[in-house]
């Protein structure tokens, strides 16, 4: 948030500013790195599927075209502000495993964990100020 205050109070710029936030970004290229590449690699493979905190905690991922189509908007509109990209329905990452799995037409193996580790807080963002113009919006 620093860095993004700096860049929002640069004096003279010539430009205006837009911060982008992605609370997690999954899809082509991603090689199996996002967690939804992740649960994609386990569930497609049978493999167990560990979920911390009951697989209760929230997120909010957002397909790597949306983020694209996001980007253009900016490029061809821009604006100055921090926006945040997200679809604005934050699921329990248990929900978010069994639309893989439904995707993937499998059966998880998901398996639960009750303690809640450093990373299982809930992840809900505003996006009200998101997108500018309706066909920029991602998509569930």
Avoid: K
Wanted: proline share 7%; net charge neutral; aromatic share 6%.
């Amino acid at each position: 948030m620093s860095g993004e205050a700096i860049l929002m109070m640069a004096p003279l710029r010539p430009w205006p500013c837009t911060v982008l936030r992605l609370p997690g970004v999954y899809g082509m290229g991603d090689r199996g790195r996002s967690v939804i590449g992740q649960f994609v690699e386990r569930i497609s493979r049978h493999q167990p599927l560990r979920l911390t905190a009951g697989g209760t905690s929230l997120r909010d991922y957002v397909e790597v075209g949306d983020v694209c189509r996001v980007v253009q908007h900016f490029v061809r509109c821009p604006s100055a502000g921090v926006f945040n990209v997200a679809t604005g329905e934050s699921l329990p990452i248990r929900e978010i495993a069994r639309e893989v799995a439904d995707s993937l037409g499998v059966t998880p193996n998901l398996e639960w964990d009750a303690a809640r580790g450093p990373r299982d807080g809930d992840l809900a963002f505003d996006t009200s100020l998101s997108m500018l113009a309706r066909d920029v919006r991602p998509s569930r």
